[in-house]
């Protein structure tokens, strides 16, 4: 996923590195997130405003959100730069640049809930940059400004605060929940939850 106005942003590749298909030009308008769900359907995350839902072929299922409609409410966004989803199949939404949320949807795209507010409190935020989930159903939101990762149950609830990983851009958990976190802007680490060493907390 790239920003070259001029082709189209969503380019496939297989292993080696050849090119395969590519999708999006005049529909994908500021690409910021890329994730794969269960079923390899295709979610791109547009700044513009929407969250647009495809095949791994480029057949367009599904569109949440209106694009150049910013807002904040169940159907418009600010900015949005990630999603995640935990194992029922639901869809989070870092809503994290024109807005400090994390938005929940149920599988169909129905607005379920939201929570967060501008600040540097237990729960707000200050840029929501990257959100992704363990085997436990554990929401871990990239609070990027705040030099933190937040740790929320499926409703919303804070379980705990991270604060020694610095400004968290992206977080990946694997099934076996090994973490990769993208930090301090140029820094990568590679976390194996049960081999942490006193490094970080258990996840």
């Known amino acids: 996923l790239h920003r070259n106005g001029e082709i189209d942003p969503l380019v496939v590749f297989d292993a080696e590195g050849n090119y395969l298909r590519s999708w999006g030009k005049g529909v994908i308008d500021d690409p910021h997130g890329i994730r794969v769900d269960r079923e390899n359907n295709v979610w ?18 599904m569109t949440i959100g209106t694009k150049g ?36 949807f149920d599988k169909n795209g ?23 989930f363990d085997s436990k159903d554990r929401a871990y939101v990239s609070d990027r400004e705040n030099n933190r990762i937040q740790i929320f149950d499926t409703s919303g609830k804070l379980i705990k605060i991270w604060n ?17 976190i993208l930090t301090h802007r140029n820094n990568v680490e590679n976390i194996t939850a049960d081999t942490l060493a006193g490094r970080l907390m258990r996840i």
């Open 69 to 104: 409609v910013r807002g904040n409410d169940e159907k418009s966004f600010g900015s949005p730069t990630d999603l995640a989803w935990d194992s029922q199949g639901n869809t989070y939404l870092a809503d994290g640049y024109g807005n400090s949320r994390v938005v929940k």
């Open 110 to 132: 129905t607005f379920v809930m939201a929570w967060g507010t501008a600040g540097s409190g237990p729960g707000q935020f200050q840029t929501v940059h990257s959100i992704a």
């Open 164 to 180: 020694h990983l610095g400004s968290t851009q992206g977080i990946w958990i694997s099934p076996k929940d090994e973490m990769y």
């Open 44 to 61: 791109v995350v547009d700044r513009a405003g929407a969250i647009l839902k495809y095949t791994n072929t480029g057949k367009l299922l």
